[in-house]
């Protein structure tokens, strides 16, 4: 039974030996690979990488055709239109306020309340624009979504009401073509 348990011990360690081997043969190749691998993306991202001095002179370009598409229509290649926001978010606003998102063929209406970070509560409803909306009158389109916030406005429940005498705060984004809406100052819409 000794001789046995010997030879059994001599298998056992054989194939344990053998298994090891394997394994750290595998893991050697895999290591290659992945040495590889990482030498191949530091090649790609030092020959993508886009010098400091390029992004700054970008930023610039940029700024000069963003101030000269404000100065006068058709100042820039990139279209810019006057947006008056009268002051920014800190960051540290709390109550409930209202976005409107109007983009292409529907738009979303919002209502956020806003507290500490645990304490934020949203809910919206996309609302379809009819198609005759879209290239009708611009004074139809905005009549159409005023009833439409107003129903939602109606469907504030208790913990989303406003103090009574306070106004409610709306932000309004649009995701249309500039010349939508250079059209729609001229009173008609196509977009």
Known sequence: MGKVAVAAAVVGAAAVTAA????????????????????IVKEFEE???TPVSKLRQVADAMTVEMH???AFDGGSKLKMLINYVDNLPTGDETGIFYALDLGGTNFRVLRVKLGDVDNVKKEFQEVSIPPNLM????EDLFDFIARELAKFVATEGEDM???????RELGFTFFVSCQAIINCRKGSLSF
């Open 47 to 49: 020959k993508c990488a």
């Open 68 to 70: 000269a598409g404000l």
């Open 135 to 138: 290239i009708g009158i611009c």
């Open 20 to 39: 090891v081997v394997l394994v750290v043969r595998y893991r050697m190749h895999d290591s290659c690979k992945w040495a590889k691998a990482m030498d």
């Open 161 to 167: 009401q406003i103090p009574a005498g306070t106004q």
